[in-house]
């Protein structure tokens, strides 16, 4: 398998402007994460998805945020309007399961960053 | 709640020479650790997890993590440190009750030559 696959890997953009992040997670896993990591506040959970159905957007910062899972295969997170304090790497992760001896797998990550 | 903490932002260790990455966790139930490992520009890879039974875990790249209760740590450790071996490293802990991680804010580890 190829792994979590994530587009693009870098992102310069500008304030204001409509980000949208790609993720394909490993083929057969169930679960789908997006995460954001920066220097001040470390790795973050933004929002989780079992089946296609979002569980817990929690983590989510604000609703300028949203992420969809239209299918098993594909998720976005999307940024609208973005803004300079949105610059961080967002990774994606999937697991097989949710129990609590599952391991999740990361993506490269995407690194973005707002002018 | 479940919480973990690294308490080195970062280690420094020369080539050879054994290394030890701190961990430690609160969890209210039984707790489930990881290892991560991030090299530049790339993502978290996994190093290996603690669930229960004997309290070394051995993991890849000659890494390994002991269990301790009492003092719930989980710390990673191998005994000679490469110079590829630099890297950020996260540790992770799921409280039995929890669905999701916590991560540590990670460790930078240099391997000197």
């Known amino acids: 398998d190829a792994g979590v696959i994530q587009s693009p890997r870098h992102e310069v953009t500008e304030m204001g402007q409509e980000v949208t992040l790609r993720c394909k997670p490993i083929s057969g896993h169930d679960y789908l994460f997006w995460y954001r990591q920066t220097m001040m506040r470390g790795l973050e959970l933004l929002i989780y998805f079992n089946n296609n159905v979002p569980i817990d957007d929690s983590g989510m910062p604000e609703d300028r945020f949203s992420a969809k899972m239209p299918n098993a295969s594909f998720s976005t997170l999307k940024i609208q309007p973005s803004e300079p304090r949105d610059s961080a790497v967002y990774f994606c992760a999937s697991s097989l399961y949710i129990s609590s001896t599952d391991t999740q797998y990361f993506g490269p990550g995407t690194r973005l960053t707002v002018l | 709640a479940q919480s973990v903490a690294q308490p080195e932002d970062q280690v420094n260790v020369a080539e050879g020479n054994p290394l030890t990455v701190k961990c430690t966790y609160s969890v209210s139930g039984n707790p489930y650790l990881f290892w991560y490992v991030q090299y530049p520009n790339r993502g978290l890879q996994f190093l290996l997890k603690?669930?229960?039974?004997?309290?070394l875990v051995k993991g890849s790249y000659g890494f390994e993590a002991e269990f301790n209760k009492s003092q719930t740590s989980f710390h990673l450790k191998k005994p000679s440190a490469l110079v590829s071996d630099s890297a950020l490293y996260f540790c992770?802990?799921?409280?039995?009750?929890?669905?999701?991680?916590?991560f540590g804010k990670g460790t930078m580890l240099l391997v000197s030559p």
């Open positions: 992770a802990v799921r409280d039995s009750g929890y669905s999701t991680l916590t």
């Open positions: 603690y669930i229960t039974g004997d309290n």
